[in-house]
């Protein structure tokens, strides 16, 4: 008995355990590391909220201004009354620019429209004005291809800019 020495801390067996735990952290650190690499690189993001959905939308609003509006209005009285207008089209689309210039001619026929049926005793009213941009935020956005209601096309306003009525 004497003949066998004594197997300590540092014998075959404390040999086993390290190794079976330093296997157990390099599984562990993979398998953090895998799910880590999934949370940064594979999910998908969140959707956006509403808040940062019209931040990003306040952010890339510009105006379009439109070459000046010049049309005789309907009169009852006989006599020649016109109406002279500038129109700035609010929107956050960048790209509109490019498809109003290439639709100028719908765009302007459709505004011209507009604006030569009103009554030349009311065409100065603030309530007119007020129904004329809503009416040409719809045509406009009709002409653009937003549909038959047009709501929530890509023209949020219309501003007249000058308005005379003569």
Do not use: C
């Amino acid at each position: 008995m004497a003949d066998k020495p004594a197997q300590g801390k540092g014998g075959k067996g404390g040999k086993g355990k390290l190794l079976l735990i330093v296997l157990a952290v390099v599984l562990l650190l993979g398998a953090g590391g895998g799910g880590a690499a999934w949370w940064f690189l594979l999910r998908k993001p969140h959707a956006p909220s509403p808040a940062q959905l019209a931040a990003r939308r306040l952010a890339s609003v510009h105006f379009i201004v439109l070459a000046p509006f010049v049309t005789n209005l309907a009169s009852s009285d006989g006599s020649t009354h016109y109406l002279q207008t500038t129109v700035a089209l609010k929107t956050s689309e960048p790209e509109l620019d490019a498809r109003i210039s290439a639709l100028t001619p719908e765009v302007r026929n459709a505004i011209l429209r507009l604006l030569a049926s009103e009554p030349a005793d009311k065409a100065a009213s603030v309530q007119v004005r007020d129904q004329l941009r809503q009416q040409i935020g719809r045509a406009v956005n009709r002409v653009l291809g937003a549909g038959p209601s047009a709501a929530g096309g890509p023209v949020s306003g219309v501003y007249f800019t000058a308005y005379v009525v003569q």
